[in-house]
C-alpha cells in the first residue's frame, strides 16, 4: 500500500508537508498541492480515511435522512444531491427513517460515530430528543420539513400557498364539494396544506362542511386508494379532489381508473408533484409542480459553504420555495351525474 511517506520520498519533502498538501491546508502553496496530488494518483495513493477519524476529522460523506426513497420528490433530490456533493469532493449517504422517530434515531447515532460531515434531514413529527442533540454536533440543515428543535437551518415549499392556490382554482370553477386528501396535521408539512387548503374555502366563501378531509400516511398509495373509495360513496361525494402528497397522488389516480371514475366529468382532481406520466394521464392531471432541482442546488451549495467556514457562520437561513399549478384537463367546472360505486 502506498503511504505517505512513499510520496514525500518521491518529492524530496517531509511526509507532514504531504498530508497538509492532501487536506488542502491553506499553508501549502498551490503548486506544492498539485505536485503532490498528481503524484498521489500516479502512485495510487489511497487515503486511510479511518486513520483520519481516529484523529478528530470529519469524513467527506454527507446524509440525506428521509422518510421513503420510493417516493419521486425524494429520489429525485437525491439524484440531485449526489451530483452536486461530488463536484465538490463529497459523496452522499441516504438513509430511510419510514417516518419512525426511533429508526430516526438509530440512523443518526451510526451517522455520529461514522463522523459525516453534514446531514440533510426531512425530520419525522416528533424527533427523539437524542436526535436533537446528535444534530447539534454536526452542520445540518432541515429539507421540507422543519421541526424548532432542529435548528433554523431549512429549504422547503410554500406549501400553505401552493395548496391555496390549487383549491382556489376549483372554487373559481364553481365547485362547492370540495374534498382534499393529505398528511397528518402532527407533520408541518400536512398542518400547512391542510391550512392552504382552508384557507381557499374561506376566501371562496364556502361553509366549513363544503370542504371534507381525509388525513393519514402521506407515503402510503394504499391510504390514497382507501380514502378515495371512501370519499366517493354516498349522495354528497365530492365534485372535486385536492391531493396533498405525492404518493397519495398516485394511490388515487390508480383508484380512480381502476373504478371507471369519469375526470372531470364526475370528478375534477388537483394531484401534487408532477410525475413524468402524469401530464398522459386521463385527460392529463391538474397537479402542483415543484421545484424540486432548484431546492436540490440551493441545500447543496448552502451546505458545502457551511463545511467549507466557521461554525461561527451557522446563523439561521430560510429558503422557502414557491410551488406552481400547472393546468391540464382533470379539472372543469361540476357537471354530469355520478355513477354510484355499485353500479360499476
Not at 239 to 260: D, H, M, N, P
Not at 326 to 344: E, H, Q
Request: hydrophobic share 35%; proline share 6%.
Amino acid at each position: 500500500m502506498i503511504t505517505t511517506r512513499d510520496i514525500a520520498e518521491r518529492l524530496g519533502i517531509s511526509v507532514s508537508t504531504v498530508g497538509r498538501a492532501l487536506a488542502d491546508d491553506p499553508r501549502i502553496s498551490d503548486e506544492t498541492k498539485f505536485r503532490v496530488r498528481q503524484t498521489a494518483s500516479e502512485m495510487g495513493y489511497v487515503a486511510n480515511r479511518a486513520a483520519r477519524m481516529m484523529r478528530g476529522a470529519s469524513s467527506n460523506v454527507v446524509a440525506l435522512v428521509i422518510p421513503d426513497i420510493r417516493n419521486s420528490f425524494y429520489s429525485t433530490i437525491a439524484h440531485e444531491l449526489s451530483k452536486n456533493m461530488e463536484a465538490e469532493g463529497f459523496q452522499l449517504m441516504l438513509s430511510e427513517t419510514d417516518d419512525d422517530r426511533m429508526v430516526e434515531l438509530r440512523h443518526l447515532r451510526e451517522l455520529s460515530a461514522n463522523r459525516v460531515a453534514g446531514v440533510i434531514i426531512v425530520p419525522t413529527a416528533r424527533p427523539h430528543s437524542e436526535s436533537v442533540k446528535l444534530l447539534r454536533a454536526v452542520p445540518h440543515l432541515q429539507l421540507l420539513r422543519r421541526h424548532p428543535s432542529l435548528g433554523s437551518q431549512w429549504f422547503g415549499v410554500d406549501d400553505h400557498e401552493a395548496l391555496r392556490q390549487a383549491t382556489a382554482h376549483l372554487v373559481e370553477l364553481g365547485h362547492t364539494r370540495i374534498a382534499y386528501l393529505g398528511g397528518p396535521e402532527e407533520l408541518p408539512t400536512g398542518a400547512e396544506r391542510l391550512r392552504g387548503f382552508r384557507s381557499a374555502l374561506s376566501e371562496g366563501g364556502l361553509p366549513d362542511d363544503a370542504g371534507r378531509t381525509e388525513l393519514g400516511p402521506p407515503s402510503s398509495i394504499d391510504h390514497g386508494r382507501q380514502a378515495v373509495r371512501r370519499l366517493l360513496q354516498g349522495p354528497d361525494a365530492p365534485t372535486a379532489l385536492v391531493l396533498g402528497s405525492i404518493q397519495l397522488t398516485l394511490g388515487v389516480l390508480e383508484e380512480l381508473s381502476e373504478q371507471g371514475v369519469k375526470v372531470p366529468g364526475e370528478l375534477s382532481v388537483v394531484g401534487f408533484g408532477d410525475e413524468p406520466g402524469f401530464s398522459w394521464w386521463g385527460p392529463g392531471l391538474t397537479t402542483v409542480g415543484l421545484p424540486i432541482q432548484e431546492m436540490a442546488i440551493g441545500c447543496a451549495l448552502w451546505l458545502m459553504r457551511r463545511l467549507k467556514t466557521k461554525p461561527s457562520n451557522d446563523g439561521p437561513y430560510t429558503s422557502v420555495s414557491p410551488g406552481s399549478l400547472v393546468l391540464r384537463g382533470s379539472t372543469a367546472p361540476p357537471g354530469g351525474s355520478r355513477v354510484s360505486s355499485k353500479s360499476r
